[in-house]
């Protein structure tokens, strides 16, 4: 199973938006809405900010929504804030005894 | 608090072996669907291992054979026992945790522990 692949970098204004795209097959990003998306600073453990699609955890801004569409989904940031500049992830389920695959990566850099 | 802790990582020759451990607090680990996930340095994240809340084991194709998950509910301590230790399975590993089913996401994670293999 090949990773979901991610544009390598974005990079956005203060208070612009941004959009990451995570491309996938039928047997993963396609056939399921089970896409989660993963925040990551330098040297610390991935944080949880998007899943089943569009579906934000508890304590995660409303600037952060996500979408899929076929076998691409993607993740938008809003109104982008210093503290948004990180590595982001998705990864999606992929069923059999696969079970999950995750994206390149994703560097968002605030301008 | 809910919380995991990784330990055990450290520097090990190719072909040696190495257990890592997963403490959990706030929760129970034979309750949800324990995983590993491991980061290559500079590189982006792999799944590693599950396992089910019943018991039942599973691993990537990029370890299977050579890794072992595990548990011990009265430590409710997650383990991964990893021989025959290759270069590239140098990365820091995480472990992180999943509730309800195997479609949910990985909603715990510990700050993670590293591997190194070399020589």
């Known amino acids: 199973q090949s990773a979901l692949t991610q544009p390598r970098s974005v990079s956005g204004s203060p208070g612009q938006s941004v959009t990451i795209s995570c491309t996938g097959t039928?047997?993963?990003?396609?056939?399921?809405?089970?896409v989660s998306w993963y925040q990551q600073h330098p040297g610390k453990a991935p944080k949880l900010m998007i899943y089943d699609v569009s579906k934000r955890p508890s304590g995660v801004p409303d600037r952060f929504s996500g979408s899929k569409s076929g076998s691409t989904a993607s993740l938008t940031i809003s109104g982008l804030q210093a503290e948004d500049e990180a590595d982001y992830y998705c990864?999606?389920?992929?069923?059999?005894?696969?079970?999950?695959?995750f994206g390149t990566g994703t560097k968002v850099t605030v301008l | 608090e809910v919380q995991l802790v990784e330990s055990g990582g450290g520097l090990i020759q190719p072909g040696g072996s190495l257990r890592l451990s997963c403490a959990a607090s706030g929760f129970t680990v034979s309750s949800n669907y324990m995983n590993w996930v491991r980061q290559a340095p500079g590189k982006g994240l792999e799944w590693v291992s599950v396992i089910y809340s019943g018991g039942s084991t599973y691993y990537a194709d990029s370890v299977k054979g050579r890794f072992t998950i595990s548990r011990d509910n009265s430590k409710n301590t997650l383990y991964l026992q990893m021989n025959s230790l290759r270069a590239e399975d140098t990365a820091v590993y995480y472990c992180?945790?999943?509730?309800?089913?195997?479609?949910?996401?990985?909603?715990?994670w510990g700050q993670g522990t590293m591997v190194t293999v070399s020589s």
């Open positions: 992180a945790s999943v509730q309800g089913s195997t479609t949910s996401p990985f909603d715990i």
């Open positions: 039928s047997s993963d990003v396609g056939g399921y809405n089970y």
């Open positions: 990864c999606s389920y992929a069923g059999g005894y696969t079970f999950y695959v």
